[in-house]
């Protein structure tokens, strides 16, 4: 994007105050954490309910950005950079996408949907592609946010633009239709995502529609609610397998093991198409991008020969264990530049170590000349501090001029040959390549080998759930999110990097060797330890953890090690016991701990804490009330005994929900973090995190009368087909989960297990199932839950989430 600031601010009648004549700017940026932000860089401050961005400006400033649209300026900034003032910030960027929007002429295809959105855009990508020159969103960049930065990349080579549109609520399609102005239109599949946010179907679909209000044709499936919100200058194309009457009516479905076989009918003209899947939102999908390539008039043969090549499209980046303690950001089948910005930044983000390599393939449909896009990317290579640089393909090496020492093959096959003599160790690699390089080979070649079981991450989900219980503080309220026990089972690193991405105040873990790991891993936020024991006291100073202190023995002995190290104002928190009745100060030795605290220099009590004992448990909330106000009278005391305003927290996840009164200065998120609420109407605002997975490794059939595992606890009573998944207790499956009580999930089907939990295996029933040896199994996920399991095994989430062995391997991915 090429701007001059003058421009923008007369779009957006701002206050403009600073020198705004002749800059050009060709960076737009919401993020104050990217590495790609300049002086050419135009920062949105957006604020929303969780974080102002107006707080990182000075961060900003002193990055060399010198750029703003604001609400407000920030005390002491004003004459240290130039600010553009309007009401709204985010009504501001949306207003500068629509204008430069309004500046091209090119067919736009708008895709929005409950399900759906993302493939059918990719597909079409693919479809389209020889013959167009095609900017798309980046990734699932379908909110208000994520929408006007992906418009904002159109260029002046572009000739096709395929984006998506996402909403969560009324009122949001209006301000998205004007940002993307789509002249062909698609309604993919209309599911229960966000129906919250509705009054009903009808209203959910009306405005999903107002997307397509100017277009000049909207592709849909004519049996569901759409039909009627169509305007009468937009073309009705429409597909169905049920309705004669459709523009596309597919008579006849026909399954294989690997494709789906469809008639249908066109104009009149009765053709067959083969798609190369099976499942039913695939085929729908696949009907989708069928209409749009008979809406531009492609011949049936040329359709056929693209659609039976599309393939699974892979909509998150993952983050996996790779070789001699390497970490892998697999990003293997896209590579485009809007993307490569976006993995740049993922990659700061997940960086487990200090060495960043990244390996580049050649980039397509940038819309740019190979001169100006790989001046870009070097640009992106320097900014974002890469310390090595791997580039794959015949136009990428013309970086060799401006990446003195970076390397270059001519496609996959000679990197792979060369691979043993590339030392590969202790660094983050990002992996991002066009599909035709089939850079998978790369990502299998460096990852760590382990069985199939693995237990996936949403890092969007810790996201969503931290920013849930951030929305109901207070907004001077701190957060101190707890990856105690390897994160809850989850990953602990990658979990705190995350976190520390998004800027929360403390982390807490149980034991020294925790928070050891995560510093010497170099995370730098304050790290709480709750648990220490006196001989780790040394190690704590050392890696500069502060420690939770709930002893008169334990103060004495962290006293001394400090007095010998001749400490100053070392962080100390104090632990007070107001009911739990497990570790802290009680009320008689208050007075002794003043007078051991009262004119020490060596320490500093950072906080006072407390422990709720019946948070989520309201039937107990007298209990819960009388533990604030003890927890109230005894902080004052040492407060004003000692002359010192700690920082003060008694709420856990299940406090934070139900007594906000008590919210102090600070609160700990705990479970809910990782998706888990003792309410179930809280529950459903929070998002799935993890997902335990394995695989089918055998399938055999047995029949009446004959056993299934040790004990022969199981007997069959008829024919059955039982599959065998390599997971068993030494992963952290409860024995108990097995002789009929636990499932797990095949094809989106429950299949029983049969038996008793072996050690490293499990059997289930698999006899109703239309599934075959390699396929996925989800032990737990979206069904079943933890919450499920942990009912039916009379024990808490906790359990089941920290059970989970480290020899399970741990995926962490964003979509």
Avoid at 57 to 73: A, E, S, Y
Avoid at 140 to 146: P, R
Wanted: glycine share 6%.
């Amino acid at each position: 994007m090429n701007l001059s600031l003058k421009k923008i601010t007369s779009i957006l009648n701002a206050a403009a105050i600073g020198n705004t004549n002749d800059l050009e700017i060709d960076t737009i940026s919401i993020d104050s954490r990217s590495l790609q932000n300049n002086e050419k860089t135009l920062f949105f401050a957006l604020a929303g309910a969780n974080n102002d961005a107006h707080n990182y400006i000075k961060d900003l400033i002193g990055k060399g950005v010198r750029n703003f649209v604001v609400t407000h300026i920030p005390d002491g900034l004003d004459g240290k950079a130039n600010f553009l003032i309007v009401p709204n910030t985010l009504t501001a960027l949306q207003q500068i996408a629509s204008h430069y929007r309004s500046l091209f002429s090119f067919p736009i295809i708008g895709v929005t949907g409950s399900n759906g959105k993302t493939i059918v855009k990719e597909w079409l990508n693919f479809l389209l592609s020889p013959d167009y020159n095609i900017i798309r969103s980046p990734k699932s960049y379908n909110s208000q946010v994520g929408v006007p930065l992906s418009v904002l990349a159109i260029n002046e080579k572009h000739n096709l633009g395929i984006f998506e549109a996402g909403i969560s609520t009324v009122s949001e399609m209006e301000k998205l239709q004007k940002i993307i102005q789509p002249t062909i239109g698609i309604l993919t599949n209309i599911g229960s995502a966000h129906d919250e946010g509705f009054e009903n179907l009808e209203e959910k679909v009306k405005e999903k529609m107002l997307l397509f209000k100017d277009s000049e044709a909207v592709i849909y499936q004519k049996n569901n609610s759409s039909e009627q919100f169509i305007s009468t200058k937009t073309k009705a194309v429409s597909w169905s397998f049920e309705d004669k009457t459709a523009t596309i009516f597919v008579s006849k479905k026909e399954h294989t093991h690997d494709h789906t076989s469809i008639e249908y009918t066109y104009k009149g003209i009765v053709s067959t198409l083969k798609i190369p899947f099976v499942d039913d939102a695939s085929i729908e999908n696949v009907i989708s991008c069928l209409l749009v390539l008979l809406y531009l008039e492609y011949d049936s043969k040329t359709i056929q020969s693209r659609i039976e090549l599309l393939y699974p499209i892979e909509m998150r980046l993952k983050v996996k264990n790779g070789i001699n303690n390497c970490s892998l950001i697999d990003d293997s089948y896209s590579s485009d530049f809007q993307s490569l910005k976006i993995a740049l930044d993922f990659l700061e983000s997940q960086k487990q170590h200090q060495k960043k390599t990244v390996i580049l393939s050649d980039i397509f449909q940038s819309g740019l000349s190979n001169e100006v896009l790989y001046s870009k990317v070097a640009e992106l290579i320097i900014s974002n501090k890469i310390s090595r640089f791997i580039g794959i393909g015949e136009t990428i090496s013309t970086l060799k001029i401006k990446l003195a020492s970076a390397t270059f093959y001519k496609d996959t096959n000679e990197f792979l040959a060369h691979l043993e003599s590339l030392p590969f160790e202790n660094e983050t690699i990002l992996i991002k390549g066009a599909r035709s390089f089939q850079f998978e080979e790369i990502v299998s070649a460096l990852a760590e080998k382990t069985h199939e079981t693995m237990l996936e991450i949403n890092l969007n989900a810790i996201s969503h759930n931290y920013n849930f219980f951030k929305s109901k503080l207070k907004p001077t309220t701190k957060m101190m999110a707890m990856v105690k026990a390897f994160g809850y089972g989850s990953g602990g690193f990658e979990i705190a990097k995350l976190l520390e991405h998004h800027k929360v105040d403390y982390l807490g873990v149980a034991f020294a060797d925790e928070g050891i790991s995560l510093k010497t891993a170099g995370i730098n936020l304050p790290i709480m330890v709750l648990n220490p024991e006196s001989t780790s006291f040394t190690a704590i100073i050392q890696h500069q953890l502060e420690p939770e202190i709930y002893s008169l023995k334990g103060l004495n002995a962290f006293l001394k090690i400090a007095e010998q190290k001749k400490l100053k104002d070392f962080p100390i928190h104090i632990k007070l016991d107001t009911g739990m009745h497990r570790l802290g100060f009680e009320a008689n030795t208050i007075d002794d701990l003043i007078v051991t605290l009262k004119g020490n220099q060596t320490v500093k009590v950072k906080s006072v804490l407390s422990h709720l004992a019946t948070s989520d448990d309201l039937n107990h909330k007298d209990f819960v009330q009388y533990q604030i106000n003890l927890f109230e009278k005894l902080s004052s005391k040492l407060m004003d005994e000692l002359q010192i305003t700690p920082i003060r927290h008694i709420l856990n996840t299940s406090g934070i929900s139900n007594f906000p009164q008590a919210q102090y200065d600070m609160v700990r998120l705990g479970i809910g973090l990782y998706g888990v609420s003792n309410d179930s109407e809280e529950q459903k605002y929070l998002e799935n995190v993890g997902t335990l997975k394995s695989i089918i490794s055998q399938i055999r059939t047995i029949q009446s009368g004959e056993s299934v595992g040790y004990g022969r606890r199981f007997m069959a009573s008829r024919e059955s087909r039982i599959a065998t998944i390599p997971i068993g207790y030494a992963d952290g499956i409860a024995r108990s989960w097995g002789n009929g009580i636990g499932f797990v999930t095949i094809k989106n089907k429950k299949a029983s297990i049969l038996g008793s939990v072996c050690m490293d295996m499990l059997m289930v029933d698999v006899t109703e199932i239309d599934c075959r040896e390699g396929d996925a199994v989800v032990i737990f996920g979206e069904s079943p839950t933890v919450t499920y399991m942990a009912e039916q095994l009379k024990t808490i989430p906790y359990e089941i989430l920290t059970s989970i062995s480290q020899r399970v391997k741990r995926v962490f991915y964003r979509e």
